[in-house]
């Protein structure tokens, strides 16, 4: 291909966009071209380092077309009911895997990821369970996250572990169920064991209508992720299944959404996307939701349920991206050239705990100064002539340092999207562990394991500019990363 036709090809994508987004009502986010278009789903967001995924039923493993498709075109599994309660443990202590099994055989054998989908839920209980009531429903319900977890350890990029526990409506509170009657912990408790069993997969909280941000359900949800980051419950992410039609339309401030939940410190997916509709108007609502997600730098991937429109759950809204032949739609294409516009690169965990990262060994070199500060790492990019006030955003992204015996370093690296005259960040530490040291910032201490760090000088940075900041951390045994958040001025 010759540069010009590349480029006339990048210009119809974006402009395409650009009107996919204006027929939902959203801001036009900057948008930064990708490198190369890709021809397929997966590789189109791999050039902002996302996934794209979709639902797996066990019988799509009997249809070549489907399993064709989903080699081609997808890169995470997710099973769209094979992992479920029900399905995985039909008698209480006797649990089933077969059927999931298959499903993430076949992911993994074919190169793909899997997401968990679900170890906690109201609905889609099996029988025993749900007669069951108090504390033996709540040791039911923890031996189930425990043992699914543990059997599934490390194929698993993330688990819902925790599925529409809010109510709808405008309470803004929790569901009643019989899981909720066990007591309001129960949600952490989940997390809490579904961490200890799988330390490696990121743990999600996964709901529908929790889309446009001025809903009571979307602040509730809001609000628990607030207070479980704020506590140390073991949160990573965010699941937003996303069943639109047309009286649950994409909401124009989905975007407003995906980054208000992302500034808590947690990833974004969008997990059971599908659209009822057709043709242009459909294929637009796609691309919307689509360039929301690529505006976010923590919203790492999109899933769709299912593949063809002939296997949805709801087949007679035509809601995805392949007709009943497997033909691509409209919404296909409409997807692909949001993808290929490009959009913000997707910084995936810096801001959760991931143990898989952690050493296996502890290290052994012992300094014999503490360090008092001295930076690992230079602020990168700190402009000397400070860019107009902005209104950017920003995003702060964790990376290890050195270890030793008793503590680590770590550096936080923070990235304007858009202009920004300062920023702050804050890092919360678990305990027992403390920070002992900082450099390159100005910390203060709202709490003991919470430090807010502003920049040394004005804190103004271009778009795509970084600046960085140290601290070390007195560990105590506990080596889980600090979590970072960052938010502009
Ligand atoms: O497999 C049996 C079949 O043997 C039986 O004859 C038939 C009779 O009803 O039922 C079949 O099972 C159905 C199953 O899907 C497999 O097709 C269940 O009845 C049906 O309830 C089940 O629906 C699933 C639904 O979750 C249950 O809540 C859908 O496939 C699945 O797409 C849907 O997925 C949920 C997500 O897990 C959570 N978010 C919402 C989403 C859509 O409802």
């Not at 021809?39 to 995924?53: C, F, I, K, Q």
């Not at 369970?129 to 040791?139: A, H, I, K, V």
């Not at 408790?189 to 446009?212: I, M, Q, S, V």
């Not at 009571?216 to 996303?242: E, H, L, S, W």
């Amino acid at each position: 291909m010759t540069i010009t036709r590349h480029r006339r090809r990048r210009a119809r994508a974006v402009s395409a966009v650009a009107v996919a987004a204006m027929a939902v009502g959203m801001a036009v986010p900057l948008a930064l071209p990708a490198a190369a278009a890709g021809s397929t789903l997966e590789s189109a967001a791999a050039e902002t380092n996302r996934y794209y995924g979709a639902a797996m039923a066990g019988s799509y493993l009997n249809n070549s077309q489907v399993t064709g498709i989903l080699q081609r075109e997808f890169d995470m599994i997710t099973a769209e009911n094979e992992m479920k309660m029900d399905a995985t443990e039909p008698s209480q202590n006797q649990f089933s895997y077969t059927n999931g099994d298959r499903i993430v055989n076949w992911a993994l054998q074919n190169g793909k990821q899997v997401r968990g989908h679900a170890l906690a839920w109201h609905s889609q209980q099996p029988g025993w369970m749900q007669n069951m009531s108090g504390t033996n429903l709540r040791n039911a319900m923890l031996n189930h996250v425990t043992k699914v977890a543990t059997y599934y350890k490390g194929k698993i990029y993330a688990w819902d572990v925790v599925n529409e526990a809010y109510a709808d409506g405008n309470s803004g509170g929790r569901r009643d169920s019989n899981l909720q009657r066990t007591g309001n912990d129960w949600i952490e408790a989940a997390f809490r064991a579904a961490r200890a069993a799988d330390p490696g997969a990121k743990l999600c909280y996964n709901d529908y209508n929790t889309d446009n941000w001025s809903h009571a359900k979307t602040q509730g949800v809001y609000n628990m992720v607030k207070d479980f980051k704020a506590r140390g419950v073991p949160i990573d992410c965010v699941g937003f299944q996303a069943h639109f039609n047309s009286g649950n339309p994409v909401p124009s401030n989905y975007d407003v959404t995906l980054r208000n939940f992302a500034d808590l410190g947690v990833d974004v997916q969008i997990t059971e996307l599908d659209i009822e509709g057709s043709g242009s108007s459909q294929s637009q609502q796609f691309a919307g939701v689509t360039q929301a997600c690529l505006s976010v730098a923590r919203c790492t991937g999109i899933t769709v349920w299912g593949v063809r429109d002939s296997e949805s759950w709801r087949a007679s809204g035509t809601p995805l991206l392949f007709d009943g032949s497997g033909n691509k739609k409209a919404a296909y294409t409409g997807t692909l050239n949001a993808l290929n516009a490009g959009g913000v690169r997707a910084t995936p965990g810096g801001t959760t705990t991931q143990p898989t990262q952690q050493p296996t060994t502890q290290p052994t070199s012992q300094p014999t100064t503490q360090p008092t500060s001295q930076p690992t790492t230079q602020p990168t990019a700190n402009p000397t002539t400070p860019p107009p006030t902005g209104s950017g955003t920003c995003t702060a992204t964790y990376s290890e340092g050195e270890k030793w015996n008793d503590r680590f370093n770590g550096v936080v690296t923070i990235r304007a999207n858009g202009n920004i005259s300062s920023w702050t960040s804050t890092v919360t530490v678990r305990s027992p562990q403390r920070i002992i040291a900082t450099w390159s910032g100005s910390p203060t201490w709202p709490s003991a394991n919470v430090m807010t760090m502003r920049p040394n000088g004005s804190g103004a940075l271009a778009n795509g500019q970084t600046a960085s900041f140290g601290f070390t951390v007195q560990h105590g045994g506990n080596w889980t990363w600090p979590t970072v958040t960052c938010s502009a001025s």
